[in-house]
T-cell receptor, first 111, second 116 residues
Framework: DGGITQSPKYLFRKEGQNVTLSCEQN?????MYWYRQDPGQGLRLIYY???????QKGDIAEGYSVSREKKESFPLTVTSAQKNPTAFYLC??????????FGPGTRLTVL | GEDVEQSLFLSVREGDSSVINCTYTDSSSTYLYWYKQEPGAGLQLLTYIFSNMDMKQDQRLTVLLNKKDKHLSLRIADTQTGDSAIYFC????????????????FGTGTLLAVQP
């Protein structure tokens, strides 16, 4: 059953803590993406990776970090430097074309 | 750079047709996309159209593309309460040409509310 999984679905963090959001895909896609969605707003690109061991900053990379050690996995770390991390985080992957397929999302809340 | 714009809200009655509109700026766009997002969920690829087409129909969905005006629309026939969601239009980023990236630029989304 091919697709993209994100975990956890809900995540709570205390101020000053780093947290890591998981994103896994078994679609054999080269490209993977992380987006942030705030209430009533569109998607903003945090980081993207077009190939293993390589990634690029998106429009709002400050306070976030990523790694791409395996084709299937693209974890996102929200660091304590991110001033307003409460949001809905979406992971996507894509193949040869521009088409992107999304995971179910992780809702992060800072307490 | 590419910019994609949509109206924020549309309200229709169950059984009526819904038309969601989108404008984009980059005339070189290849594929243009429509995604659907239900509450608390990720984005689901609904349909897409290649830029050399004027229309694409898929069951209750009709996509119309006016390349001259850079206008894309999604028509949902016989709208049901299950169609209530946010609909996003997306176009490739200008950096995609030449294979530099595969980024998409998303509109802010149109909230479709279907009244019973």
């Amino acid at each position: 059953d091919g697709g993209i999984t994100q975990s956890p679905k809900y995540l709570f963090r205390k101020e000053g803590q780093n947290v890591t959001l998981s994103c896994e895909q078994n679609l054999n896609h080269d490209a993977m993406y992380w987006y942030r969605q705030d209430p009533g707003q569109g998607l903003r690109l945090i980081y993207y990776s077009q190939i293993v061991n390589d990634f690029q900053k998106g429009d709002i990379a400050e306070g976030y970090s990523v790694s791409r050690e395996k084709k299937e996995s693209f974890p996102l770390t929200v660091t304590s430097a991110q001033k307003n991390p409460t949001a809905f985080y979406l992971c996507a992957s894509g193949g040869q074309t521009d088409t992107q397929y999304f995971g179910p999302g992780t809702r992060l809340t800072v307490l | 750079g590419e910019d994609v714009e949509q109206s924020l809200f549309l309200s229709v009655r169950e059984g009526d047709s819904s038309v969601i509109n989108c404008t984009y700026t980059d005339s070189s766009s290849t594929y243009l996309y429509w995604y659907k997002q239900e509450p608390g969920a990720g984005l689901q690829l609904l349909t897409y159209i290649f830029s050399n087409m004027d229309m694409k129909q898929d069951q209750r969905l009709t996509v119309l593309l006016n390349k001259k005006d850079k206008h894309l629309s999604l028509r949902i026939a016989d709208t049901q309460t299950g169609d209530s969601a946010i609909y996003f239009c997306a176009a490739p980023h200008e950096m995609n040409y030449g294979g530099a990236t595969n980024k998409l630029i998303f509109g802010t989304g149109t909230l479709l509310a279907v009244q019973p």
